[in-house]
């Protein structure tokens, strides 16, 4: 497949770094690097263009590193967010926690950012404690660590490393059935009634036998 020469305009990590000119697939040129503004075509008109606009863009990078390493700095090390979502007796998530929900959760925390600075490996699909990178600038990334709990009860006891019994009414659900049993025990004598209901009605039929045998002898 025939690959697209771009310019970056910032440090793209797995790429390079402001300036570099590196080849990348068309489809991500045209759908990422090109409308967020990452990279410009390497055409001769391009080169000119980010030579003379080097230095203004070098300081307006400089500025913006700055500004993320003071959020950065303001995060800690122990920076954490909480999602909840409903799991499944084994932990297993009804869904999963995408880079859209850790995105919302972080900004809801008071950081904004969007979901494409959330460097999730992969969606998470169970409840606990998950370590993830947020991008604040090319250069700048903090680490988080997401808390999938089904309650903000629950996201508490997990964040204290303390053990956590999920679905317990589901546990204790079997007992009132339990209880209820005894309540069947009469239906049982429904049919001993029944049968001594009946028994008089076999005894009649020999009477009348008796009877018309007395009407024979007459």
């Not at 700048?140 to 997990?158: D, R």
């Amino acid at each position: 497949m025939s690959q697209m020469d771009v310019i970056l305009l910032q440090r793209i990590e797995s790429l390079g770094q402001m300036g570099d000119v590196v080849k990348v697939k068309p489809g991500y040129a045209r759908n990422y690097l090109l409308p967020e503004k990452k990279a410009l075509r390497a055409t001769k008109a391009n080169r000119e263009y980010f030579d003379k606009q080097r230095a203004q863009l070098e300081a307006q990078n400089l500025k913006a590193k700055g500004e993320a390493e003071a959020v950065a700095a303001k995060m800690g090390d122990t920076f954490s967010v909480v999602v909840i979502r409903s799991a499944g007796e084994s932990g297993q998530l009804y869904g999963s926690v995408a880079t859209r929900d850790v995105a919302e959760a972080v900004t809801k925390a008071g950081v904004t950012i969007n979901r494409s600075q959330v460097l999730l490996v992969q969606p998470i699909k169970e409840l606990g404690l998950f370590k993830t990178r947020v991008a604040l600038h090319p250069e700048v990334s903090v680490t988080i660590t997401v808390n999938v709990a089904q309650s903000e009860e629950e996201a508490k006891l997990q964040a204290e490393g303390k053990a956590v019994r999920r679905n317990a009414d589901a546990d204790e659900a079997p007992a009132p059935a339990a209880e209820a049993a005894p309540a069947e025990a009469p239906a049982e004598a429904a049919p001993a009634e029944s049968a001594a209901q009946e028994a008089p009605a076999a005894d009649a039929k020999p009477k009348k036998a008796k009877k018309a045998k007395k009407t024979e002898e007459a």
